[in-house]
């Protein structure tokens, strides 16, 4: 409308937003609905901050922080972790490069757990992937696994609440039973197998990650840097986990046209570790690995030949690792592949052997 111009001064255009109708009787019929097919809409999630918490003063625990909680196996959530005020340090059980590792004890029931505090103040992106892998990871149940039941801050730094397993590490243990040891890689790789399974890559596998109990229960531990696998993330790219138990193709990425299956990684891992419980040694050489020269120990994994058992080993062990052990990834078999190899049907544990002293 122009300035001083009287109301509705121009003709109207048909169909102008605004404008009115040049013709207002004319109308659509409206369909007619069936009142007794109608729909319900479903009621919306509630939001993060509504979810239930199980905080206390001196500590949030994962569902404070704003995480899902996805359903385990059987469909339901995992009960939420007891509150940190609740948790009483006993004594220290292992440290690393990540962190500290504490067995507590539940106050009101008497439990033990290991609690794991990681080390440094995490950006928030860092923080929001632990705080999923995690959400996953609590998820996780199977006998070979190590339960995490949930995750803890305090004043910025990250705690994570894990089973305790009384026997400890096996690093350092030298297992001369080959029936024991079967057992021993059965446990394992059934774990492996079933992470696998879920799209987890624990990346990984050592010794020292592999505990065991008073039953002689041997379970996975430290999922630190272990990765939720999907369609949309990298496979693995990056250079973390202990480079002494490295596939050949992930440090040497040449190997492999810079292909990583992370899988197969795994599978590389757990055989050296194997092989080390068996010469009570790292496979590689006396003067290689936590205190070796990394040089030296990079071109033994990518250009020496596999490790392999002494002559005394039996056939069956000896094609056991071998198959874990081949320097094509491709030709290295699954987890559940190798749980029908005839090394690992059959045997019944034995003893394991007491630790150096």
């Known amino acids: 409308m122009r300035p001083g111009g009287p109301p509705n001064a121009r003709p109207q255009q048909p169909g102008t937003p605004g404008r009115a109708r040049r013709r207002p009787d004319l109308t ?9 097919s109608l729909a319900v809409p479903l009621p919306l999630p509630p939001p993060p901050s509504s979810a239930p918490s199980s905080a206390s003063s001196s500590g949030s625990s994962l569902s404070s922080m704003g995480a899902p909680t996805p359903p385990n196996s059987a469909g339901s959530a995992p009960p939420p972790p007891p509150p940190l005020a609740e948790l009483e340090r006993v004594r220290r059980i292992g440290s690393g490069a990540g962190g500290t590792v504490w067995m507590v004890r539940h ?43 949930g995750m803890y801050e305090q004043a910025g730094e990250l705690q994570i609440l894990l089973e305790f397993m009384d026997g400890g590490s096996l690093e350092g243990r030298r297992i001369a039973s080959e029936a024991f040891l079967a057992d021993v890689a059965r446990q394992v790789l059934s774990g492996i197998a079933y ?4 799209h987890i890559v624990h990346r990984d596998i050592k010794p020292s990650n592999l505990l065991i109990d008073s039953g002689r229960r041997v379970k996975i531990a430290d999922f630190g840097v272990g990765r939720i696998l999907n369609q949309t993330m990298d496979p693995c790219n990056s250079s973390v986990g202990t480079i002494a138990y490295m596939s050949p193709e992930r440090i040497n990425t040449d190997l492999n046209d810079g292909a990583y299956d992370g899988y197969a990684g795994d599978i590389w891992s757990f055989g050296l ?83 150096p002293s």
């Open 273 to 355: 570790s194997i092989l080390e419980f068996y010469l009570g040694r790292f496979p590689l050489g006396e003067n290689l690995g936590k205190q070796g020269d990394w040089a030296a120990l990079m071109c033994a994994i990518c250009y020496s030949d596999s490790p392999a058992p002494p002559p005394i080993a039996s056939p069956e062990f000896k094609s056991f690792i071998s198959c874990c052990l081949q320097k094509n990834p491709a030709r290295r078999p699954s987890a559940a592949q190798l749980l029908q190899h005839r090394f690992i049907a059959g045997p019944q544990p034995q003893v394991l052997a007491a630790p």
């Open 107 to 149: 106050r009101p029931t008497g439990r033990p757990y290991a609690l794991k505090v990681l080390y440094g103040n995490h950006d928030d992106a860092v923080r929001r992937q632990i705080t999923r892998e995690i959400a996953i990871l609590r998820t996780a149940e199977h006998p070979a696994i190590v339960r995490c039941h």
């Open 195 to 198: 992470l696998h399974r879920r």
């Open 28 to 36: 659509l019929p409206l369909p007619q609905r069936d009142l007794t």
